[in-house]
Structures are given as C-alpha cells and as structure tokens.
C-alpha cells in the first residue's frame, strides 16, 4: 500500500493596493481575476473563486501540501504585479501593499465565503477595505496593527 499526503485547507486570502487607492477600474480589475484564475491552475492552487476590487483582493483557496502560506502570498501578489506592470493596466507603476490577511475557513463554511467575496460589489457600498480588514482580524482572535508604511 503506497503512501499518500491529503488535505483540505481553504484559506480567505485578503490584499489591498499600495496607499490602498483604487488603482484599478473595473475592465482592469476583471483582468486581474482571469489571471489569477488562471496562475492559480497553472501553479497546481485550487481557487474557489476570487474577486479584484479597485483597491483590493479576495481569494478563497485550498493551499497544497507543498506551498506555505507566505510563498503562496507571494507568488499570487509578485506574479500579478508584474503582469498589471507588464500589460499596462493602469497609469504608472503598479504595486500591492504589504502583507496580507489570510483566514482559515471550515470546510462546512466554503460556500457561505465563496457567497461573500462574490458579492464584493454589493458589501463595499457600505464599508471601506480598511474597515472590512479590521472586522476580519478582530472576529478571529488577532490585534490590529496601524501601518506605518503602506
């Protein structure tokens, strides 16, 4: 009988824009979305769904075993930087904040937060990122840390 690893480990991943402006409209911002779908095959990173904002980010994932949370962070914040730069999605240079908020989620609650990130639209009518992160790191357990450099 041979050996194998499993896992399900969904994460709500959550980055903002430098100085968390909205950097990008929302042609750009659908951009942003395909292409991480489509890195997130391409890197063997099951997404559930994501959702770009003009000053944000919402992924739901299930991280393999054989990335960290930090390098997977890295390669979806590093890699679609580069591609906004690349493509020329907005004016000047692009580039996220940061760090990076990241959240685990029961398996039993997937579909209530793949619900929640779809409806991004809808919930930033009424709260700002900033807002939204803090409400995050408050309900599971973390301290807010004010930024000094964004």
Known sequence: MSMHSYSRCWLHMVWGTLKREGMLDKSAAAKVSKY???????KGIFMKINFVNCD????????????????????????????????EL???????????????????????????IANQEEHHRGKSFSEELKLFVSRYGLTWKEEVNR
């Open 90 to 116: 907005v004016l000047g240079k692009f580039g996220w904040a940061r760090g990076y908020g990241v959240f685990s989620v029961s398996h039993s609650q997937v579909g209530e937060v793949a619900a929640y």
């Open 56 to 87: 944000h980010v919402h992924l739901l994932i299930d991280l393999p075993t054989n990335l960290t949370i930090e390098s997977c962070a890295q390669l979806f914040k590093g890699s679609s930087s580069h591609w906004i730069n690349e493509m």
């Open 36 to 42: 991480l779908g489509d890195y997130s095959v391409a």
